[in-house]
T-cell receptor, first 116, second 115 residues
């Protein structure tokens, strides 16, 4: 398994500002993903965080709005830029490729953002 | 693209009873994974049970079991002897293949266990 720590756990932000969410894993992992969970909704994949290269974004998500860094195999950040109330969501970091857990994703506790 | 459908937005059941949550999916793949994840109010997504499509035997984990019908593309979760701690959102998820953990999630079922 993997232990994933996310910071901040929650935050209240003003419209037009940006916030960076950190994700730290207790072991090296090949795959890291960022998901968004809007209030009462399911999980939507934002992007795959690639170590040493640009993230791979899903349809509807762009780098200018959600820049992602992944400097090594245990750490990633997601920035939510120029926030609006529509960005109020839970943002979840997840990892995969864990030995003995084929196909399975492990999740952090999520970061709940509220944009006023 | 794969789709996952959960047709029961909310369910409730008395403590100690059995409840079944439904999930259907659509894919053209022949080998894949299916998962049930639980998200309690604390928000931490926790894996409940997994099923590999190539296995005919239904997966079981203690009080949790699945009914996997590959031809019908159905993957239901049965919770036996339900407990208060089972109260949570339950998400069905599809995984395309080993080494590709880009899961597709259903819309979830909110399960409430009534004391």
């Amino acid at each position: 398994s993997a232990v994933i720590s996310q910071k901040p756990s929650r935050d209240i932000c003003q419209r037009g500002t940006s916030l960076t969410i950190q994700c730290q894993v207790d072991s090296q992992v090949t795959m890291m993903f960022w998901y968004r969970q809007q209030p009462g909704q399911s999980l939507t994949l934002i992007a795959t965080a690639n170590q040493g290269s640009e993230a791979t974004y899903e349809s509807g998500f762009v780098i200018d709005k959600f820049p992602i860094s992944r400097p090594n195999l245990t750490f990633s950040t997601l920035t939510v830029s120029n926030m609006s109330p529509e960005d109020s969501s839970i943002y979840l970091c997840s990892v995969g490729g864990i030995q003995g857990a084929a196909g399975e994703l492990f999740f952090g506790e999520g970061s709940r953002l509220t944009v006023l | 693209a794969q789709t996952v459908t959960q047709s029961q937005p909310e369910m409730s059941v008395q403590e100690a009873e059995t409840v079944t949550l439904s999930c259907t999916y659509d894919t053209s793949e022949s080998n894949y994974y299916l998962f049930w994840y639980k998200q309690p109010p604390s928000r931490q997504m926790i894996l409940v049970i997994r099923q590999e499509a190539y296995k005919q035997q239904n997966a079981t984990e203690n009080r949790f079991s699945v009914n996997f019908q590959k031809a019908a593309k159905s993957f239901s979760l049965k919770i036996s002897d339900s407990q208060l701690g089972d109260t949570a959102m339950y998400f069905c998820a599809f995984g395309p293949n080993f080494g590709n953990e880009k899961l597709t999630f259903g819309t979830g079922t909110r399960l409430t266990i009534i004391p």
